[in-house]
């Protein structure tokens, strides 16, 4: 539990410090980046809940409002035995970070619930689940705090949160939650979109690196993120020679079809198995290729094994993926890191989406949805491309400070 929580505190630390430095570089006064880093609001809640034997079961759990300048705070909710307080506040932080940089009217928020629910029933889930809104009521909603699914939660478990939220205020609220089932309000698109929205910002990397002739590309994690991200890259034309999950990857320099690798993993086989050379995920990360792109957990890449990257570019796909060794070691080497705040903000810009469509009542195509996440990912790249080389720093200090730029520029 100690190592947990002191993990926590180093995320938070890492992320209030980044915070901190540029907004010191930017000449911004001692108050203002108090500002900028204490959360607005911080709710906790211990959630007793009844287990399917009868017995009572208590479960710690945690909102994090970090700040509200731009608009109402939104961001997910985890269900996991290890998240704790320092973390949550650490993701609040960073989801103001994000939704600035993707130019959405949103602050940042968080929420955690110590559980693992590989250990309890569908049913006692649901209970967590519905406790955890009662609890909260009164701090969410569509014009407050606009919570999403996370790790381990999904549209079913946000279905239970938003027919809960509805029930005690007695009127529907589509616009409280994002990423419910589309029956239930939720947005096409949305389920390939944080994928989509990567490669979107990829394909408008490359076209101003257009001499780098950038092509083949490694994707760690196949998961909701890395799965779309690699089929779509594939589809648009990128080689995608290594996928990988927890138990390793397959590599083919003729390159793969992640459609088949999918099918072949639905039908029982393992992806490393898949026809190709095996690989480890940590050889994965040395392969000799255009892009890499972590795309399954938090600080994959670190002090040790940052030198063997080949990669030119090192797409962060996973939220925090480099430890800050790896990233000013990349960035000394000039290894192009495009930062999370940027590459995996397609999801909350698709949740942005469904949000709008939630308060407007009316709901648009996936091609429409699809052309709104490009106009917005493309923008969000364009402005900090332009930073970036206008100030010659890397992408992931120019995202900092476009948002905070604007994050400043609508606090009164
Ligand atoms: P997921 O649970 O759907 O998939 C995770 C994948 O990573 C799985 O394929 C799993 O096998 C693999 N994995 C687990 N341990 C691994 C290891 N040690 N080495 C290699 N692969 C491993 O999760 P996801 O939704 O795809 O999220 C992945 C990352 O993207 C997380 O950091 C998440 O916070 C971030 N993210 C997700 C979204 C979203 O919309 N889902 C949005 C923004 C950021």
Known sequence: MEDTKSQGKKMLESAQALIRRTAENMKLDEDTIRRLI??????????????DDGKKKVFKSWRAQHNSA?????????????????????????MSIKCAVAGLPYGGGKGGIAIDPKKHSKAEIERVSRMFVKKMVNVIGENLDVPAPDVNTNAEIISWMVDEYQNIKGYKSPASFTGKPVSMGGSLGRTEATGRGGVFVLQALV??????????????GFGNVGYFFAKLAHEVGFKVVAVSDSRGGVYDEKGLDPVAVKEFKKKGGQ??????????????????????????????????????????????MANGPLTQEAYEYLSKNNIIVVPDVLANSGGVTVSYLEWVQGKAGYWWSEEEVNSRLKETMVRAFEAIW????????????????????????AMV
Request: net charge neutral.
């Open 38 to 51: 204490e959360p607005e609001f911080f709710h906790e809640a211990s959630l007793t809940v009844t287990m």
């Open 386 to 409: 332009k930073k970036s080389v206008a100030e010659k720093i890397p992408m992931k200090q120019a995202a900092f400070e476009v948002a905070i730029e604007k994050i400043v520029s």
């Open 271 to 316: 992806v490393s198995d898949y026809p190709g050379k095996k690989v480890t995920n940590e050889e994965l990360l040395s392969l000799p290729v255009d892009i890499l792109v972590p795309a399954a957990l938090e600080n994959v890449l670190h002090e040790k094994n940052a030198s063997k990257v080949r990669a030119k570019v090192v797409f962060e």
């Open 207 to 220: 076209e101003k690196l257009s001499k780098e002739k950038l092509k083949t590309v490694a994707v760690q």
């Open 70 to 94: 731009l608009g109402p705070y939104k961001g997910g909710v985890r269900f996991h035995p290890e998240t704790v307080r320092d973390e949550v506040q650490a993701l609040a932080t960073l």
